[in-house]
Antibody, heavy 117, light 107 residues
């Protein structure tokens, strides 16, 4: 069974940092492009960024609101995706989803990040 | 960035109704369009990809069409489990962008 399990969410103060993890199983993680999507409470879906497979260059792209503050990385040996979030703002409060592929076919259950003083 | 304009934002419908949701892109995106269904408190689920390809396991009452800049999601006969919010996504150009969502409510 294809599965994505996020962890690492929680409450953090504005300006703080948090690192999310996403453990993948049931597919060949190393060749998958992986994406992060977020959803603020009561709001719609927002694409955060994605990382290509290492064989496709391993490059990353980010949405403008997080560019320079968030970093996506991957550890193919552990089938794990990461989202390092720095300089967090209240508007980053959301459920963060780890999603497989460019066209978002498989989603994790999400992890809640709350940025508040 | 490509803007995805989804309409309507809210609609009321009855079981058995034919439902159509539209998504317009601010520029052409070929057929790089997907549709998602999200129920309250649940994870989004992909229904359609490449504009008209049905995701495995999704009922055949769901269909998608369109190319270029205008796309449609159709539910041929609305079922009780279909009351949810639907989102379109363009994945032709970075940054990827979602439509604002269409909430399908019970009439």
């Amino acid at each position: 069974e294809v599965q994505l399990v996020e962890s690492g969410g929680g409450l953090v103060k504005p300006g703080g940092s948090l690192r999310l993890s996403c453990a993948a199983s049931g597919f060949t993680f190393s060749i998958a492009w992986m994406t992060w999507v977020r959803q603020a409470p009561g709001k719609g879906l927002e694409w955060v960024g994605r990382i290509k497979s290492q064989t496709d260059g391993g490059t990353t792209d980010y949405a403008a609101p997080v560019e320079g503050r968030f970093t996506i990385s991957r550890d193919d040996s552990k089938s794990t995706l990461f989202l390092q979030m720095n300089s967090l703002r209240t508007e980053d409060t959301a459920v963060y989803y780890c999603v497989k592929a460019n066209a978002l076919d498989i989603w994790g259950q999400g992890t809640m990040v709350t940025v508040s003083s | 960035d490509i803007q995805m304009t989804q309409s309507p934002s809210v609609m009321s419908a009855s079981v058995g109704d034919r439902v159509t949701i539209t998504c317009r892109a601010s520029q052409g995106i070929s057929n790089s369009l997907a549709w998602f269904q999200q129920k309250p408190g649940k994870v989004p689920k992909r229904l359609i990809y490449t504009s008209s390809s049905l995701q495995s396991g999704v009922p055949s009452r769901f269909s998608g069409s369109g190319s270029g800049a205008e796309f449609t999601l159709t539910i041929s006969s609305l079922q009780p489990e279909d009351f949810a919010t639907y989102y379109c996504l363009q994945y032709n150009t970075f940054p990827l962008t979602f439509g604002g969502g269409t909430k399908v409510e019970i009439k």
